[in-house]
């Protein structure tokens, strides 16, 4: 006896009902990360523009790497260049919230810290920020992780996150790999 | 050519039956795949993506 028509159109539903299942899991799970964990993809929209990046504003390079703030607000800022990071190591202490700001003069970067949820691309034009809180303790690696270039497997920093009580900003609320 | 090889023909109700067993063997596999897919997901979640805390 062939199979019947019936039988495929309840077949076919069953499936239907098995993909919708699949998708709601999932987007439930994303949305209990979302709103349990706080893990979020990285939503700034911030424009600055990358031909005077350097020359005025927070990504001068003397306001590069990680800083506190007057009210213990800790951020770093990064900029992202073919084909290095400047700086190329920053400090941030663990277990406690943390910003990280990036631009870029000249193409499109991507930045990823091994071991976390930490990933963002780095857009001409835009400031790309990520909030975060370090756990492990380590120095991390951060490759460039799109392509933007002959040197891009070169492109790499390194993000050391030590226990909060060695986290000694100076007396500019400054912290630097070389110096600690 | 399949023609000159002395083989008996299939009749109707032989391949009847291997049609009719065709559909339940396809939907094993598929429910496998998908099945190992989400599998591999939720693993994924639970004991990579989740631990490694909050981001945004």
Known sequence: MPISEETIVRSELRWAAISVGVVSVIMIALIYAGLVHHINPPSNIERIDPNTLHLGGEFTEANLGTRVSGDGQITSRIVATQ????????????????TLRFATPDVIHGILVTGTNVNTMIVPGYVSQVHTVFTRTGDLLMPCHEYCGLGHSEMSATVRVVPPDEFKPDAEG????DAR | M?????????????LERVMRDVPRGAFALAALAVGALLAAWLLIYFLVFLPRGMVG
């Open chain 2, 2 to 14: 399949p023609g000159d090889l002395d083989t008996p023909e299939a009749s109707d109700e032989d």
């Open chain 1, 174 to 177: 400054r912290v630097a790999c």
């Open chain 1, 83 to 98: 084909f290095t990071f400047q700086p190329r190591c920053i400090v941030l202490p663990a277990n406690r919230r943390v």
